[in-house]
């Protein structure tokens, strides 16, 4: 849940008691200072909530409460309140970079609101500072694994753990949950970081395919994919080139392994060489805190790849993608992350379950309405965009029910 800390600095006990009272029914953690001294402690760059404060105060007043929250982090929000309402304070007020200002007595709506605004402001800067931080660090396992969820710092620790423990190690996700980038993440936190780092499809991999690769990988590490799809003949090759040593390996897998092994589809004495340290990566679904993070750093990232202007993330885009259960985990997120950065919409979530033809026909149509919706529905325009005869424009959009009129 999202920290929903303000602090209510006002003289006027009444006041300060009454507002209080208002802040805890809208289920806001509310902290109470009858001053600036009294508040000033509790005001700095690891303050999570935003500010609420009276102007007219003995001593040091609103003004200088926000000058100095200001100075201690630019981006913290102060909302300012005055019995005064005049106009001339309410300017000083906003050009002196308050997040708002209100009139007392407020409305307890008008003030709920202005502070779930600035709640929400807060949370994205700070947001923002957590990742650029982890980006910074010099430790893979913060600038690699993304989440600001117990579930996220927990596979953080755990891969740390894999990597100081030179062991072999099991990965274990649902398909499109990262398991190759967890498995770079073990490798790089590791004393081989420097050697090479191998991914292969366990599918299909035979022995002269094995020797070759493990001999690759000396000194580092050999990565395989859906380890349960190894043949077995190549499962003794790899007991066999586990115990002579040379590489470390790291298995991944989206099936229950133990059930291969006791099916006798996987070699038991390899699984039980690889449970000894298994890793498993929680889905989206587990974690919902985390697809607004991963979202926001998909869509960064999308952009930048194609060489546009990333697009503001309204709350009910969020709240959408929230809402999905996301059986495709990151990798389903990151293509809605391109398709909302080429205005594409979003109908993947209408989409879940289609098979490809369908899928490409969302796309093909999502393709067409952008360029009509780009050329203000000029047809032969839109046609020119996607390089497409003015012919075969036209009975695609006839095929999809698309009039250019419609987006005129």
Sequence with gaps: MSVRRVLLVDDDAAVREALGQTLELAEFDAVT???????????????????????????RDGFHLLDYAHEQDAELPVILLTGEGDIPMAVRAMSAGAFDFLEKPCAPKDLISVIERALR????????RRLKAQLETGDPAARMIFGISPQSETLRAQARAAARAGTDVLIRGARGSGISKVAEVVHLCSPRAK????????????????EAVWQGCAGGTLFLDEIAQLPLDTQLALQDRLEAGGARLIAGTVEDLGQAAEAGRFSAEL???LEVMQLRIPALAERPEDIPVLFRHYVAQAAEQSGMTPPEIGEEVIAGLI???????????MSAAMRFVLGLGDEDAAGEGLGLTERLAQVERSLLADALKRTGGQASAAAEMLKLPRKTFYDKLAKYGLKPEEFR
């Design 121 to 128: 402001t807060r949370g994205l800067v700070l947001e923002n």
């Design 33 to 59: 200072a009858g001053s600036f001294v009294e508040a000033k402690d509790r005001i700095g760059p690891q303050f999570e909530g935003v500010i609420v404060s009276d102007i007219r105060m003995p001593g």
């Design 195 to 210: 050697g090479p780092f191998e991914k292969r499809s366990a599918a299909g991999l035979g022995r002269e395919g094995l």
């Design 271 to 273: 699984y039980y060489r």
């Design 323 to 333: 809402a999905r259960d996301w059986p495709g985990n990151a990798r389903a997120l």
